[in-house]
């Protein structure tokens, strides 16, 4: 999984806090990237331990590390509600954040938006002030010059995202690509949500706007709760 800033011991620390507040009985949204990992490998522990709860991946990644972990595994077509969702950011200002980083921001704010409660895991070095980092945009690959235009024209600057370790783009879950859209720093997360939001092609942008109930940031020596 994507692991970038931060140390393991902050990541580890912000992923054991959100998974503590699983219950007996829930239905839990497991996010992707490496301080979700944590939360995911915690929750796999308590299980085996006795605890009872499902889990609904947001990627291909979750899934097969709750599976790892012995997570009993759904849908969203086989609940009727989630009770909690954990999952990461790649900045947060407030309750605002920026998604992404994974390429599975789309699954992501389903899962997260259907939750109940919202528990974001991140370390110090992702808080801002205002958010000001690239925000992915998913795009349907036949669509991604005419989305690139009109990012553009909103005063962004989209890069297609390449793969580390293979010739050509990023490829989603989904089986679409991704642009990273620089706007700098981002003084009406809302207004910029909705524009993207109305460009065709666009499948879904990395901006979170107002989702977070709770904010679990970690440090060396333990956790901050923002709420």
């Known amino acids: ?9 902050a990541k580890r620390n912000a992923g054991e806090s959100a998974a503590a507040a699983v219950e007996d009985g829930m239905v839990v949204g ?3 990237g490496s301080t979700t990992a944590h939360a995911i490998r915690a929750i796999g522990r308590a299980v ?25 595994l759904t849908d969203l077509d086989s609940v009727s509600t989630i009770d909690l969702a954990i999952d ?15 390429a599975a921001h789309a699954r992501e704010k389903v899962v997260d938006n259907a939750a109940s409660r919202f528990l974001v895991v991140a370390d110090p ?3 801002g002030e205002r958010l000001s980092h690239p925000v992915p945009v998913e795009v349907l690959p036949a669509a991604r010059t005419t ?17 580390a370790h293979k010739d050509g783009p990023v490829v989603t879950d989904n089986g679409n690509l991704v642009l990273d859209c620089a706007f700098g720093e981002i003084r009406s997360p809302q207004e910029l949500a909705d524009d993207l939001a109305s460009i065709p092609g666009v499948v879904e942008h990395g901006l979170f706007v107002g989702m977070a109930d709770e904010i679990h940031v970690g440090t060396d020596d333990g956790v901050e709760i923002h709420e």
């Not at 999984?1 to 011991?9: A, F, H």
């Not at 605002?96 to 994974?102: N, Q, R, T, V, Y």
Request: hydrophobic share 35%; aromatic share 2%.
């Open 125 to 127: 070095s992702k808080a």
């Open 48 to 72: 085996d331990a006795g605890l009872d709860v499902q889990g609904v991946p947001t990627s291909f990644q979750s899934r097969q590390l709750a599976r790892e972990e012995g997570i009993p």
């Open 147 to 163: 989305v690139a235009d009109d990012v553009h024209m909103l005063g962004g600057n989209p890069t297609l995202r390449e793969a």
């Open 30 to 32: 497991l996010g992707t």
């Open 88 to 102: 990461g950011a790649d900045q947060f200002a407030g309750a605002h954040l920026i998604k992404g980083g994974g």
């Open 1 to 9: 999984m994507k692991s970038t800033g931060g140390s393991d011991e």
